[in-house]
T-cell receptor, first 115, second 115 residues
Framework: GAVVSQHPSRVICKSGTSVKIECRSLDFQATTMFWYRQFPKQSLMLMATSNEGSKATYEQGVEKDKFLINHASLTLSTLTVTSAHPEDSSFYIC???????????FGQGTRLTVV | AQTVTQSQPEMSVQEAETVTLSCTYDTSENNYYLFWYKQPPSRQMILVIRQEAYKQQNATENRFSVNFQKAAKSFSLKISDSQLGDTAMYFCAFMKQVGGGKLIFGQGTELSVKP
């Protein structure tokens, strides 16, 4: 299957700072990338959908000013958690989808801890 | 809107035995894909098996097989000869054929394989 790389795998940041998470498709062009949030023992909750070159579409209840998403190229999408607070601590996973694909491919996930 | 329901939060099975995980879904679409993903403690999402809705034949991948009942909107996963490495969270997921990779997940089933 195709490879999606997500970095960092773990990050600890201070309350009030911002943190950026990268999601890269290594061997295919991802026209669409998805960002999910997952709490322990729970399912993946879709936060937003990003299409290359256009603004992300956020799911209801997700603050777009707090979770900034950029999809500037066909191989890279970034999620920036701005002014992070302890309640933003979670596991964030990206997935990527290309027009030639019939399935989405997942990154390894990022465990964010805000202290 | 599509929904996916997994009604078994936890299940356990003895090593070498067979276990079936249940999944039901609701959609008005006629063409779509269904997936089972495994999420081990590493939290990497691993595709176990996929089913195209237009195919009547149930998908199989080695020890993993599905029972796809399109009219009943049911998509169960059977794991034969369970192994300790099968211990993980299992998620059922739905994707529209023209969905661009957007997955709708069930709540998940935590499977424990006991020696």
């Amino acid at each position: 299957g195709a490879v999606v790389s997500q970095h960092p795998s773990r990050v600890i940041c201070k309350s009030g700072t911002s943190v950026k998470i990268e999601c890269r498709s290594l061997d295919f062009q991802a026209t669409t990338m998805f960002w999910y949030r997952q709490f322990p023992k729970q399912s993946l909750m879709l936060m937003a959908t990003s299409n290359e070159g256009s603004k992300a579409t956020y799911e209801q209840g997700v603050e777009k000013d707090k979770f900034l998403i950029n999809h500037a190229s066909l191989t890279l999408s970034t999620l920036t958690v701005t002014s992070a607070h302890p309640e933003d601590s979670s596991f964030y996973i990206c997935s990527a989808f290309g027009t030639a694909n019939t399935e989405a491919f997942f990154g390894q996930g990022t465990r964010l801890t805000v202290v | 809107a599509q929904t996916v329901t997994q009604s078994q939060p936890e299940m356990s099975v003895q090593e070498a035995e067979t276990v079936t995980l249940s999944c039901t879904y609701d959609t008005s679409e006629n063409n779509y894909y269904l997936f089972w993903y495994k999420q081990p403690p590493s939290r990497q999402m691993i595709l176990v098996i996929r089913q195209e809705a237009y195919k009547q034949q149930n998908a199989t991948e080695n020890r993993f097989s599905v029972n796809f009942q399109k009219a009943a909107k049911s998509f169960s996963l059977k794991i034969s000869d369970s192994q300790l490495g099968d211990t993980a969270m299992y998620f059922c997921a739905f994707m529209k054929q023209v969905g661009g990779g957007k997955l709708i997940f069930g709540q998940g089933t935590e499977l424990s394989v006991k020696p």
